[in-house]
């Protein structure tokens, strides 16, 4: 027992015992969401997954929904679970349900002022009708958080709460999304572990990296161009994966695109390479980097 790692043992569960720790921190992740949104609502009158920019842009829900269905990206990495499409609509699923969550708790919560219970007096949908159509919402820049309200958006409601729940289902999309781009071991079928070697570093120091450790990457260049033909390069990135299991190593390059305002970091092609080349890049890779901090 004391042999294995905690990462082999929980890779080892069956198809069952995946799905269940898989479900169970879905539904957990979708619960700790709402509940910590009540808590700072109760006690700062915030209520966060309602945030919206310009209005038209969910940006609360879409946090909320990433953050529910969080919970299926971490127990997939734990159990080694590949993303699928039955992963895709749990995920999506599960974003949906915090939403409504979300808004039952409110419905659970609410008390007239003699201390009645709203649910014991009008049912959910009735309620839900109601608080949709006299919904007001908050407005606030960026040097004035209290500029005013927008009166009650009466049927424009439905269009907010339509709102709402795409962000939530976004959110869910988008945690799938940052799954299906982890390195996984094509032969075993398990998430790689990642190192970086090279973070946003010029074209001269990477030339210089592999030249010190004579390793070639073909193709790396037309890979480069295509990256870069609509967006500027601000820098280009080197990362090492190793499988766990098999022992498989492989590097992917990676480039650095857009402007001071908006980047984004494209992953370009993965390139299997052995132990020994790997420990070469990593070698003037750190060199590469100690003379980079030694000059700042």
């Given at each position: 027992m004391s042999g294995l790692s905690k990462a082999s043992i929980v890779?080892?569960?069956?198809?069952?015992?995946?799905?269940?720790?898989?479900t169970v921190s879905g539904l957990a992740a979708s619960l700790a969401v709402v509940g910590v949104n009540y808590l700072v609502e109760k006690t700062i009158s915030f209520d966060f997954l309602s945030i919206s920019v310009w209005?038209?842009?969910?940006?609360?829900?879409?946090?909320?929904?990433?953050a529910a269905a969080g919970g299926y990206y971490g127990a997939a990495r734990l159990t080694h679970t590949m993303p699928s499409r039955t992963m895709l609509f749990n995920m999506v699923a599960v974003a949906f349900s915090t939403w409504f969550v979300y808004r039952w708790l409110?419905?659970?919560?609410?008390?007239f002022e003699d201390g009645r219970r709203v649910a014991d007096v009008v049912p959910f949908w009735e309620y839900y009708k109601i608080s949709t159509e006299a919904m007001q919402l908050s407005i606030g820049t960026r040097g004035n958080f209290d500029a005013g309200t927008t009166g009650q958006l009466g049927r424009l409601g439905y269009v907010r709460e339509a709102l709402q729940?795409?962000?939530?289902?976004?959110?869910?999309?988008?945690?799938?999304?940052?799954?299906?781009e982890v390195d996984a071991c094509s032969?075993?079928?398990?998430?790689?572990?990642?190192?970086?070697?090279l973070s946003n570093v010029s074209a001269e120091v990477y030339d210089g990296v592999f030249e010190v450790s004579e390793v070639n990457l073909p193709g790396l260049v037309d890979q480069l161009e295509a990256a870069i033909a609509r967006k500027g390069m601000l820098g280009l990135g080197l990362n090492e994966y190793a499988c766990g299991k098999c022992g498989a190593w492989w590097v992917r390059p990676t480039v650095i695109v857009g402007n001071a305002n908006s980047s984004e970091t494209v992953k370009l092609g993965r390139y299997n390479v052995d132990e020994e080349l790997v420990g070469r890049l990593r070698t003037a890779a750190h060199a590469a980097n100690a003379s980079a901090k030694a000059k700042k």
């Open positions: 890779g080892d569960f069956g198809q069952l015992g995946r799905e269940v720790v898989i209005f038209v842009i969910p940006a609360g829900a879409l946090c909320g929904g990433i409110g419905y659970a919560t609410l008390t729940v795409l962000g939530f289902m976004a959110g869910g999309f988008a945690s799938y999304q940052f799954l299906s032969s075993c079928r398990r998430y790689a572990k990642e190192t970086t070697l």
